[in-house]
């Protein structure tokens, strides 16, 4: 493998990997304030890029964007209320048939909307063939912007969290919920919030993601999964392990066409994520001491 | 009234034979084929039912053991040995009698496997794989042990859809039939296929897996195994603490379930005289979850019952385009009223019911 193709396949890993990450970090989101896997986070992203392709024939690119972005955050909103704000204690296997089903009726409401074609928004700078030449490394500008959105977003999260009211809100929630509502937290809003921010985050992801990828009715399953294995990957609940370990599973599928049929490619996430469930469940920058309390 | 295990029996065998003479009496013959392959769908829910319900383990991945068995002897019935013949393996199979010869449409010479043959490596091949499988996905708990079935299902479909072996995205056609008896005098042969002539014996012979089926899992329920994995569901600790060895029931029902997946994938593909990709899908696969929760998770008969009754009907097609949506929305509902299961409703007017019913969804 020469150099050049090296980082070819480097900066191909970084831009999967960047939206995997978003998707896991919006898993961490609604796991870390309700304890809920929230399997319909893939249909966010399909709907961010549905609603926005739509959108463009109405609207400015960037309009288009903001609103398919507060418009999925409405969806996100509405599962949480019509599905899982008025359960008492459900048990986790209604929370995963809940959110499975969910996920299905997204979808299926999806294909009645746009159909089974194949859609994907315009480059948000340039086309298809333009290229930045980085020595002798050629990539897209869509690339940045992928890659620009997932770091504005993690940062912007990260802050969030550590300094507006609501973020700490949501904090204290999935430190300490008893806790929490005896500090006056309104812990059932904050939930409805975290799935509105979850939901905002995968639709952005979806968005930014669709020049390249393309959007179809049915692409949220394949990604919900890949976020997933990013999410175990770093540690369920842990945002900043997740930007690392998406990166990892990005740059470890771009490599691994190299070696085998790209056919096979989703397969090695998948066969990635059984191993480290079985050796590692905690993930790989979680503590084992703090993983031995919990139930895997 | 309690209705005993064996009037159960007795009345499903009754509805099984009235349900073929009614179709025969009133000309709606072309109801039997759905309600065979609805049997066959039946025997993958009823096993799914004992791992979920007994055992208290999801599996979102009964569709990859469902696609091994049916990929498994399909694959080995149609793939043709005829240059492979003088290979010593080959001709040592020969010699056992596990090969098949026959004519292709074209009169070409074809040499395959036998279905008994290629049915018995399916269900060990299935077996092994839940059994290798199981033993570190049953570690797992909630929404872990759900992701890594699902992922193990997602990887049969990938290896499906990718292996020119199991005919990729075409799938495997022109499976043969599968003789059980010969034609002996003047009885038809019995043989699982989807000829026209052969629908009757079909229809009973797809019913009696299942009702076999049926009572050995009622057994099992009410032996020791069955009431160590009701203990287990309801608190691992004290089942362990009570010496049940709850990882190895655990793993125990899982091949059991994953057999009866890989039973009805073999009966369904040479009922069928073929297999598709989409039968490993993901989607199939949430749905048995889907008919096991609608019928009651500790309630064999509901899930045997709402299983045929709702795939009977997506498979006459009522739902139109609409198929994936009714599944999910029926979900969502009685996981959100009735997690139970539906049968579960009617415990809201026998209040002894009522309080059996929320005790046992406590767990996983």
Redesign the interface.
């Known amino acids: 493998m020469t150099v050049d193709l090296f980082f070819q396949y480097l900066f191909a890993g970084v831009t999967y990997g960047s939206i995997y990450a978003i998707v896991a970090i919006g898993f961490n989101i609604i796991y870390n304030s309700t304890g809920i896997i929230n399997f319909a986070q893939g249909e966010f992203v399909m709907l961010g890029g549905m609603i926005s392709i739509s959108l463009l024939q109405f609207m400015p690119l960037p309009l288009a964007i903001i609103v398919a972005v507060l418009a999925t955050m409405l969806v996100g909103a509405l599962v949480e209320i019509l599905f899982i704000r008025w359960l008492e204690r459900p048990s986790v296997m209604q929370m995963i048939i809940i959110t499975i089903g969910v996920s299905i009726l997204l979808r299926e409401v999806a294909l009645h909307i746009w159909g089974e074609s194949i859609r994907s928004l315009p480059y948000f700078y340039g086309n298809e063939i333009t290229t930045f030449s980085l020595g002798s490394v050629h990539i897209s500008p869509q690339v940045l912007w992928v890659i620009a959105a997932c770091g504005f977003m993690v940062c912007g999260l990260s802050l969030f969290f550590k300094f507006t009211p609501t973020g700490r809100e949501m904090r204290a929630c999935s430190v300490n919920r008893t806790a929490a509502i005896l500090c006056g937290i309104n812990t059932r809003n904050m939930v409805t919030f975290s799935f509105m921010l979850s939901a905002g985050i995968g639709a952005m992801a979806g968005c930014v993601m669709s020049p390249i990828t393309y959007t179809q009715y049915d692409c949220g399953t394949g990604l919900a999964i890949k976020g997933f294995t990013v999410a175990i990957l770093g540690g369920l609940g842990n945002s900043m392990a997740a930007v690392a370990a998406g990166l990892l599973l990005g740059i470890i599928e771009a490599f691994s066409v190299s070696v085998v049929p790209l056919a096979f490619q989703d397969a090695i996430a998948i066969t990635i994520l059984l191993i480290i469930l079985f050796i590692k469940p905690h993930g790989l920058f979680g503590s084992s001491e703090a993983a031995r309390l919990r139930d895997f | 009234m309690k209705v005993s295990k064996t009037n159960k029996i007795l009345c499903l065998c009754a509805l099984v034979i009235l349900t073929q003479v009614t179709t025969t009496l009133t000309g709606t013959q072309y109801y039997l084929t759905q309600l065979t392959m609805a049997a066959y769908y039946g025997l993958v829910v009823i096993g799914l039912g004992v791992l979920?319900g007994y055992a208290?383990q999801?599996s979102?991945g009964h569709a990859g053991f469902f696609a091994i068995g049916g990929y498994i002897s399909a694959a080995m019935t149609t793939h043709n040995l005829v240059q492979l013949q003088d290979t010593p393996i080959i001709s040592f199979c020969s010699q056992m009698g596990l090969l098949m010869e026959r004519q292709d449409i074209y009169g070409d010479q074809l040499l395959t496997f036998a279905p008994w043959a290629a049915c018995v490596t399916a269900l060990l091949l299935a077996a092994l794989i839940a059994f290798f499988l199981g033993i570190?996905?049953l570690?797992?708990?909630?929404?872990?042990l759900?992701?890594?079935t699902?992922?193990?299902g997602?990887?049969i479909y990938?290896?499906v859809?990718?292996t020119p072996l199991f005919g990729e995205a075409d799938g495997i056609s022109e499976v043969p039939a599968f003789t059980l008896l010969p034609a002996i005098g003047s009885l038809p042969p019995i043989m699982v296929s989807g000829d026209f002539g052969l629908r009757v014996i079909n229809y009973y012979l797809a019913w009696g897996v299942l009702i076999i089926g049926m009572i050995l899992l009622l057994n099992l329920i009410d032996s020791r195994v069955g009431r160590a994995l009701r203990s287990l569901h309801s608190s691992e600790e004290a089942a362990e603490a009570s010496g049940v060895h709850t990882s190895g029931c655990k793993v125990y029902v899982f091949v059991i379930s994953a057999v009866y997946a890989a039973l009805a994938g073999v009966l369904l593909t040479h009922y069928n005289a073929g297999i598709g990709p989409s039968e490993a899908s993901?989607?199939k696969s949430?749905r048995y979850?889907?008919l096991v929760?609608v019928g009651g998770?500790t309630n064999l008969w509901g899930t045997l019952i709402v299983g045929i009754s709702l795939t009977f009907l997506s498979l006459r097609g009522v739902f139109g385009?609409?198929d994936?949506?009714v599944?999910?929305?029926i979900?969502?509902g009685v996981?959100?009223f009735s997690?139970a299961g539906i049968l579960s409703l009617r415990g809201c007017l026998l209040p002894s019911k009522q309080e059996i019913a929320p005790a046992k969804?406590?767990?996983?």
């Open positions: 979920m208290g999801i979102i570190p996905v570690k797992l708990k909630g929404h872990y759900a992701m890594a699902l992922g193990f997602t990887i990938r290896l859809l990718a993901v989607m949430v979850v889907a929760a998770m385009s609409y994936d949506a599944f999910a929305a979900l969502i996981m959100l997690p969804e406590e767990n996983l």
